[in-house]
């Protein structure tokens, strides 16, 4: 590899060093896994400072383009590889896109099988929007989204108990690109972030693609701790933070009212924004739906996502979000600049489900089905061996998280299961800290209650073994 | 507005003054049009060197987020709004997603209208996927594209002339997806991005967004002049070069076959990439069908986007891209990353519809179409005051150029003709220079040919008039 530094340029020598290493990473002129050269090697060869070239591979590892061995080195990172536990996963998790786990029991995927999309129904408002609108169906939507659908969302948020102006909807071809316009938007290079501890990857993707400093705040039952967040905020410059408040990804948890309303007077006092990402407060199994965070928002500061991919159909590219008023056309142009704007059948379909009612029905269907797995699972957990432990005891959504013993070998028990044909997601997938969590999420949105029966049986197997 | 500087953080101190200001601006905090203070304010206020303000005041300025005024200051730069000649566009031009030219004979748009899409055999071909596929039509589909729907766009490239692996054929939500994946990928802060002059403007927002310095090259009626461009990359480091190599927008100029040859001749020699941007080949009025830069590409380095918005229907968000193979992981990373997948339903409908050959029938019918009023606007053309002339002669596409005398007030006709009901796009929502050029943009997507004896008249009057 050929490298060069001009000292006559305006751009520092580190930067100049990260942008080659970069591009020769991404045009996999540096292979997966080599090793790049000692610290002591290319400084002497380019006659720079040491130092620069620690900054350089700093940047690089922050991006999770390579990673460090202890004693050894750097290596490139592989590109995303969600299911291998090894290496880096380049902070992409094709979760619920690989088609490896699509035979055997996948306690992996968070999304539900296609037997279970109203297709009937769908259908027939696509036909109902092509008879009515022709041609209409297919121009440019505003950037902001199809006007009509924004309306029947606004009366679909009011049910829910937050109510909003129709300006401030913004929709979007999924939750994903919610967080990536609002991480474009918002974040720059430096700029810090926080998040949960564990938390969903693809946030984490976004915000590492703005160059963001990520610091992440383990979860208790009810939020994480606002004091040790304080202490935080009081010595750093934060300009977000993202959460999921009900039935998290991956731990289950929802935030008590307690935290929340801590949480919205922090934000207060030292000025950030937050995202509220929700796509699972409708599945709730104890007691009644969760309130958003957004409902208690009094000075503007949240931004809700919401999303129904869980619920409804994931390949339809169809979520929400509801903005503070003076962000709306910042993120309109980023909508714009992103893809213009979401496709109109789509929008003009889901709008008549929605007006229609489909939707409502069918979530609750969806709740009742979901329900039954969710307490069958529970049970199979409860009879693991000892140490195998539920992190927390959720009280809807999709997933469990579960904890291990320190000495317990996680890598073997994964390796294990996908041979026996189980599969489930590793902790390391959900952490900012590229290293090895003691814990494991097990989803039951993929799988039928013969399934989860005949899964969890044989999990129990193999801990026993193990 | 509270300014706050921390000579102890490692955040450069201009940095630091960038970020507060340009939060304020998005967050509209500070508003359209308002002043800043006077860098000499800003500079006695903080205790800061007057530099370090002018560099933070440069970095917003070049992000378009602030504008100045010879003589008189810097002041907030208003959000997109592109029909309007004055201020500032934040590189947001939302030319076919506005409303306000619904009615009126529209020359501005560039996109068909909707009596023009063939609703009825994708009505059949969505029921039938529909029909066969069932749920699966809403499953999240591979990052990079459905599978059958890119061994499709393969045969319809092979038809083309360009053969490629289906493994380098990535499905995106239109080109402008396309561009923006491309730039958050190969384009870092800093980074040096060239195109042509005049140029679509949405491509410049994307490179905008990620903080590249872009550098424009004005067009000749076959292709930028290679001679001025090597001066160029002898002194510039260049990683990125965005064209549109067939009846360009605006100028509908199509690159000689020795200029696309000279061009890769030095890309080879300067070691960067071309993005070949191909919406409208398929419209070719005079002699045949442009041949692509990348049928001319042996060392992949071009990477071909391909749209259908100008010939099939925009709002199905459907295009995809052919990528130099070290590229393929990289992009399938980002486009996880900004939305996961395309819509599955779209990608399988568009997939029978080009299977069944109704593409090919489609577009060609929109061929004959759009030649009788690219041939009407073109007589209209020369029958315009001397001193208005078309800048080229375009073999095909949907645009006209036409330069106008250097004293000519573009303003006021533009406002003229609005008023009268004519809408057309002036020159400097392709400009990468915020300033006046003395050229405006005719498209005859939107009209059909009784609107362009009418509207064409009625701008000769004007121009009479003026």
């Known amino acids: ?36 050269p000692p610290i002591r090697v290319i400084a002497d060869e ?43 996963n380049r902070s992409v998790l094709i979760e619920d896109t690989d088609e490896e786990l699509t035979s055997g029991i996948n ?21 109902r929007v092509l008879d009515r609108d022709g041609g209409e169906s297919f121009v440019y939507q505003k950037s902001q989204g199809y006007y009509p659908l924004r309306e029947s969302i606004q009366i679909y948020l009011h049910e829910l108990g937050i109510d909003q102006e129709v300006k401030r909807i913004q929709v979007v071809s999924g939750a994903q690109q919610a967080i990536d316009l609002l991480a474009r938007t918002l974040v720059d290079f430096d700029d810090r972030v926080i ?9 984490l993707s976004a915000f590492l693609n703005r160059g963001a400093h990520i610091s992440s705040f383990p979860l208790e039952h009810d939020g994480i701790d606002l004091d040790s967040l304080e202490n935080f905020l009081m010595a750093e410059d934060v300009s977000l933070i993202y959460i999921m408040t009900s039935f998290q990804n991956p731990t289950g948890i929802t935030w008590s009212r307690e935290k929340k309303e801590g949480l919205l007077r922090l934000a207060s006092r030292y000025n950030f924004l937050i995202i509220e990402d929700d ?26 996502i919401k999303s129904f991919s869980k619920v409804f159909m994931p390949g339809l590219r169809m979520a929400f979000m509801v903005l503070p008023e003076n962000l709306i056309p910042a993120i309109q142009a980023a909508k714009y600049t992103a893809d213009i704007s979401c496709s109109g059948l789509s929008q003009r379909a889901f709008d008549l489900y929605l007006r229609e009612g489909f939707l409502n029905t069918h979530i609750e269907k969806m709740r009742e089905l979901f329900k039954r797995r969710f307490q069958l699972m529970e049970r199979k957990i409860n009879s693991f061996p000892s140490g195998i432990k539920l992190a927390f005891r959720p009280g809807g959504g999709l997933y469990f998280w579960l ?8 890598e073997k028990f994964y390796l294990l ?23 494991f999420r097990l989803s039951f949105a993929a799988v039928d209650e013969n399934e989860i029966e005949e899964g969890m ?3 129990n197997q193999l801990l026993c073994q193990i």
Chains 1, 2 share one sequence.
């Open 46 to 88: 380019l006659e720079i400072n040491p130092a620069t070239v620690v900054k350089a591979y700093n940047l690089l590892e922050r991006e999770e383009l390579i990673y460090k061995k202890v004693g050894s080195g750097s290596y490139v990172s592989p590109p995303g590889k969600p299911y291998i536990l090894r290496g880096s």
């Open 457 to 459: 049986d044989l999990l």
């Open 417 to 439: 299961a996908l041979k026996k044909g189980v599969a489930f997601l590793p902790g390391r997938l959900f952490s900012i800290k590229d290293k090895e969590l003691p814990c």
């Open 1 to 36: 590899m050929l490298l060069k530094i001009d000292q006559e340029r305006k751009t520092s020598l580190y930067i100049q060093l990260y942008k080659q290493l970069k591009r020769a990473i991404i045009e996999n002129r540096l292979t997966a896994n080599s090793k790049l």
């Open 195 to 203: 998040v949960e501890e564990p938390t969903y990857s693809g946030a």
């Open 279 to 304: 796509c699972l407060s409708d599945l709730y199994y104890r007691g009644k739906r969760p309130i958003s965070l957004k409902s208690y928002d009094l000075e503007d500061r949240v931004i809700y």
């Open 107 to 127: 306690f992996a995927s968070a999304t539900p099988t296609p037997d279970l999309f109203p297709v009937v129904d769908f259908k027939k408002v696509i036909n």
């Open 403 to 410: 904890t291990l013993p320190d000495d317990f070998n996680l």
